[in-house]
């Protein structure tokens, strides 16, 4: 992934934390609740870097346990010569599910623990044709979420393992803004 993409996505996190930050009051920690994320990440995918796009939607069931559906978009491509063509290969998306373990380690503070299934899909291009590869298979990690004041806006740092196929495997590096609801 590009510097500048991972820098662009920790600052607009940044950005967005400390604006919600400051226009909210301390709230009690959510026991219970909906939260929705949107951030930047790093995909390692079968030893290359490519850069997504991750988009969250998740129920807290409750202080211990949780349901999330991710989505990522691939934002960047990389050009290979193969055979002397040019191939451009990129992430075109990957859809997970998770059910996430939190354990409080402040009080605004949680460790976080995922295990889940994901589907991906990656595409191809050369000249004007194109093709995709599709796998689906576990995905795993551990993260770091943050709300300053106990309130609902916070950041989330998350690695995520997924192993799809021989072919399509790899880590997932995430920074994340969120926001409980």
């Not at 997504?52 to 691939?74: C, D, H, I, M, P």
Request: net charge neutral; aromatic share 10%.
């Amino acid at each position: 992934m590009p510097k500048s993409l991972l820098l662009s996505a920790i600052a607009v996190s940044a950005l967005a934390f400390a604006v919600s930050a400051n226009a909210e009051t301390a709230k009690p920690a959510a026991t219970s609740g909906n939260y929705f994320e949107v951030g930047g990440a790093a995909a390692r995918v079968s030893g290359e870097n490519f850069g997504t796009v991750n988009f969250t939607l998740g129920k807290t069931l409750n202080r211990s346990v949780a349901v999330e559906v991710e989505g990522q978009v691939g934002v960047t491509s990389k050009d290979y010569n193969y055979g002397g063509y040019n191939v451009k290969l990129k992430v075109d998306y990957a859809l997970a599910g998770y059910v996430v373990g939190t354990l409080p380690v402040g009080p605004n503070t949680d460790l976080l623990g995922r295990v889940g299934y994901m589907h991906a899909q990656v595409k191809a291009s050369v000249g004007g044709a194109s093709g995709t590869d599709a796998e689906s298979g576990p995905a795993y990690g551990v993260g770091l979420r943050y709300f300053p004041k106990g309130g609902n806006a916070g950041v989330r740092f998350d690695i995520t393992h997924f192993d799809l196929s021989h072919d399509l495997n790899g880590d997932l590096y995430q920074v994340s803004y969120i926001r409980r609801f």
